[in-house]
């Protein structure tokens, strides 16, 4: 089983900028990507972007290319995502996620782990 911790939410106004951070404990279990996905009242969840870890490749949605990145350190099994140029449509609850699964970042919310979720609300 995997543990995902995330923080770095809050309120912030268009325009301004938020991190959020998530740490896998994993033990022994493979990770291959790891990524963030999220979700607003009454729409369905929604893939952000993420990160293959054997390659370093990265995956966005077209909506926030361009303005989010994902980084992190493989090592310390942690995911970052640098949140720039906010909007108040990316007001949502922030979802960090590992999958299992090699090969494809895949953006169907069907990944193994899932963090509790963190709150961004982009003023206006």
């Known amino acids: 089983q995997v543990h995902l911790v995330e923080s770095g939410g809050g309120l912030v106004q268009a325009g301004g900028s938020l991190r959020l951070s998530c740490t896998a404990d994993?033990?022994?279990?493979?990770?291959?990507?790891m990524g963030w996905f999220r979700q607003d009242a009454g729409k369905d969840l929604e893939f952000v972007g993420g990160?293959?870890?054997?390659?370093?490749?990265?995956k966005y949605a077209d909506s926030v290319k361009g303005r989010f990145t994902v980084s992190g350190d493989n090592a310390k099994s942690t995911v970052y995502l640098q949140m720039n140029s906010l909007k108040p449509e990316d007001t949502a609850v922030y979802y960090c996620?590992?999958?299992?699964?090699?090969?494809?970042?895949?953006?169907?919310?069907?990944?193994?782990?899932w963090g509790q979720g963190t709150q961004v609300t982009v003023s206006a």
């Open positions: 996620a590992a999958d299992r699964r090699s090969g494809v970042i895949f953006t169907t919310p069907d990944w193994y782990f």
């Open positions: 994993k033990q022994s279990t493979t990770i291959y990507s």
């Open positions: 990160i293959y870890w054997n390659d370093g490749r990265r």
